[in-house]
C-alpha cells in the first residue's frame, strides 16, 4: 500500500513539476548578449525543423497548464536571435531541462533554465574535437590554395596541414561540414580576353543558324588523342556546390600511358571516313624524313626567290629610304640628349617567311602524316560536296599541323575553303562530343574485355565509329545553336554544359 501511495507521490509530484514549467514563465527574465557571446555559438534547425519542433513543443505542454501560449511567444522572440540558442529547442530539450530542475530541486522557471545553459562557460561534455576551429579553417585555405591542392588527395592534405595525428576520416568530415566535396573535375580551356571576343563574334554573326540549312554547310573535322587503358580525363577535386567553374576547379588528366591517334570527318546527314594511326615503322621514319627534307629545301629556296624579288621592287625602295630618315632623326635626337640611338631596319628584313616542317613525337602526328592521310580520305569527299554545295566550306582547328605553310599549300591546291576558327574553342566542333561518345562506350567495354594492347584498340576505335550513326550526328550539331547562346550570354566564356 505504501509503495503505491509512494508511486502516485512521484506522478503527481513530477505531473506538477511540469506543470509549475509552463505556467512559471517570468517576463521579466532575459537572456544577456554578453551571456549568449560566452556560451559560445549556438545552431537552429532550418525551417522545416523549426515548424516540426515548435509543434512538438505545443503538443507536451499545451495540456499542462495555461502557460503554453507564453512559451511559445518567448519561444518564437528566442528563434529571432539564433546566438540566444546554443542548441535546438525541441521538446525533447525542454524535457531535459525539466527533469534537470526538478533533480536539482531548484524553484527555477523555464526561460531561466535557458538563460542558464546560453550563460554558461563550462566545457563541452565529451571527448574534445581532433580539430579546432582554428585548424578547420587552415585545412580549407590549404584546399582552395591553387590548382594542385584542390585535387590533392586526402594523404597529401594531412601532410601539407601538419596533422599527420588526425584520421582520414576526420578530414574528410572536416571538409564536408563546410560543403566542401570530391566532384568530378570539369574540362575547359582558360581563355584569354581576346579568345573571349573572337569566340563572341563567331557567335553573333551565326547566331539564329539553323543545323539543316546554314551549319550544313560545313565539313567538321578533328583527331582525337586516346590512352591505352586509361580512364579518359576522370578527376576528382574538392570543391563546394557552387564551385564547379572556379578556375583552380577546372581542367584535365593528363595521358600518361600510351596513346593511340585517331582522325575523322562528319557533316549534317553524313559521316565520312575515320582513320587510326598505326605505330610508325622504320621504313616509313625514313621516308618521312626524306620527304620532309625535299619539300624545306623547296620552301627556302622559294623564301629565298620571293624575298630577292621584293628587294628589286618600288616598294622596297620607298621602305629602305623612309626607314633610313627616320633613323638619321633619332640619332641626331639621341646625339642631343646624350644617349645612345636605337635604330631599326625593317627594309633589311624578310618580308616572306616560309615555315619549315618539322617531325612530330612519336605518340604524335605532324604535318607530314596528316597531309598523307587528307589525301585519299578527306580530299575526294570535300570535292564531292563541294559538287553539291557550293557553299561547303571545312573546319579544322588552329592545330600547327592544320596550320602549317605545306597543309595550307597543299589544301589551296585543292581548291577548298577553310573556316576561319577563333582559338581554344572545341566546345564549337561537335566531332568533339562524338570523339567523348567514343571513349564512353570504349570504357563501358571493360566490363566484358581489357584493352590493354594498340591492336584492340584500334579494333574497338573502328568498331565504335561504324556504330555512330547519322541521327547522333545530327544531334550534336543541332546543339550548335544552343551552345552559341550560351557563349554569347557569358560575353565569348566557355563555363557551361550544353
Known sequence: MKAVQNATKKKDAKSSSRTIAAQEIAPEVRISEEGAAEGGRCELADEEEEEGEGEEVEAGFSREGEGSTELEEVVEDRMASPQNFPKKLNRNWIKG???????????????????????????????????????????????????????????????????????????????????????????????????????????EERKGWQAEIEWANYGYT????????????????????DEPWEDNCVGAKKKQGPKMMCWGMITYGHKGRFHVWDKETTEERETAEKGIGEL????????????????????????REKQLETARLQRELARAAGIAAKT??????????????TRGERKAVDSWHYEHIRRPLLWPKCKALLALNSSFVLMEDNASLHT???????????????????????????I???????????????????????????????AEWERITIDEINHEINLLSKILELCIAQKGGNKYHA
Open 97 to 203: 531541462a525539466i527533469g534537470r530542475r526538478t533533480h536539482a530541486g531548484a524553484n527555477l522557471s523555464l526561460i531561466e533554465l535557458v538563460a542558464q545553459d546560453c550563460s554558461s562557460s563550462r566545457q563541452r561534455i565529451g571527448r574534445p574535437r581532433a580539430l579546432s576551429v582554428v585548424e578547420v579553417d587552415h585545412l580549407i585555405q590549404i584546399v582552395q590554395r591553387d590548382f594542385y591542392t584542390r585535387r590533392f588527395p586526402i594523404v597529401d592534405l594531412k601532410r601539407e596541414a601538419g596533422f599527420s595525428h588526425v584520421c582520414d576520416t576526420t578530414i574528410s568530415r572536416a571538409l564536408h561540414a563546410p560543403g566542401f566535396k570530391p566532384y568530378v573535375e570539369e574540362f575547359k580551356f582558360i581563355l584569354k580576353p581576346e579568345n573571349k571576343l573572337q569566340r563572341l563574334a563567331f557567335c
Open 222 to 241: 578533328d583527331e582525337m588523342s586516346i590512352e591505352i587503358g586509361g580512364n579518359f580525363g576522370i578527376c576528382l577535386v574538392w570543391r563546394r556546390k
Open 296 to 319: 624545306n629545301r623547296l620552301a627556302a629556296e622559294k623564301e629565298k626567290r620571293l624575298n630577292e624579288e621584293w628587294k628589286r621592287s618600288e616598294e622596297w625602295k620607298m621602305l
Open 344 to 357: 631599326t631596319a625593317l627594309h633589311r628584313r624578310k618580308k616572306f617567311k616560309i615555315d619549315k616542317i
Open 404 to 430: 602549317s605553310h605545306f597543309t595550307t599549300a597543299e589544301r589551296q591546291k585543292e581548291g577548298i575553303s577553310k573556316l576561319i576558327w577563333p582559338p581554344n574553342s572545341p566546345d564549337f566542333n561537335p
Open 432 to 462: 568533339e562530343r562524338i570523339w567523348t561518345l567514343m571513349k564512353r562506350r570504349i570504357l563501358r567495354r571493360r566490363g566484358s574485355e581489357k584493352i590493354t594492347t594498340a591492336t584492340v584498340m584500334k579494333t574497338a576505335l573502328i
